[in-house]
């Protein structure tokens, strides 16, 4: 299941048969939104049936705008790439979100350490989407559980997490603004555009190596 509408999180009966993405950034109205969003469409175009795979996309912000809808800047990026931006609807980040996410990946290192202070064993799961792009390209894919496998999708992503999580302190940011994507709230269309350029290109790598499908 490819994270449906509805903004509620599934009870812990399901856990063992999902992977929970949790995308976050500050207000939950532009960054998290257009990741969300384009990780959903990405999932849905390699596995083409949205409910395959058992894999649930989500959002929040560390200082989430509670029931505020999406940027308009931030919906015209996604309209740009194809994905659905209707039906968003923010989330301040909960310890509930954090506690059922299997991957949380944030827009900043300030946000992974917001993530991780909130405990709940977090740390071996969150990451800047940069940072987990850049340790996936470093995985070979045939150590991974094959997605067709007994476990599926959901196997594979959970052992993507923990190859990502094992090379971690072997494999820096080469910068201290390598694992960043910068905040476009305010800003004119033309940044907002190239954010989403830059968060597209950091997930496909990411959906690739979770799907075990390239980008056609």
Known sequence: MIAPQGRGIAGPETSTDTFRILHVSTGNVCRSPITERLTRHALSARLGDPDAGGLVVESAGTWGHEGAP?????????????????????????????????????????????????????????????EFTRLVRAIDPTTLPAPDGAGGVVERARALVQAAAAL?????????????????????????????????????????????????
């Open 70 to 130: 999406m940027e308009a800047h931030a919906a015209t990026v996604l309209a740009d790439f194809g994905a659905d931006p209707d039906g968003f609807t923010g989330r301040e980040l909960l310890d509930e979100h954090v506690i059922r996410a299997d991957l949380v990946l944030t827009a900043t290192r300030d946000h992974r350490a917001q993530v991780i202070s909130m405990g709940h064993s977090a740390g071996l799961r969150t990451f800047t989407l940069k």
């Open 168 to 216: 971690r302190g072997w494999l820096l940011a080469p910068d201290a603004e390598a694992d960043e994507v910068h905040d476009p709230y305010g800003a004119p269309i033309t940044f907002f555009r190239s954010i989403g350029d830059e968060i597209q290109l950091a997930l496909d790598p990411v959906v690739t190596a979770l799907t075990g499908v390239p980008a056609v």
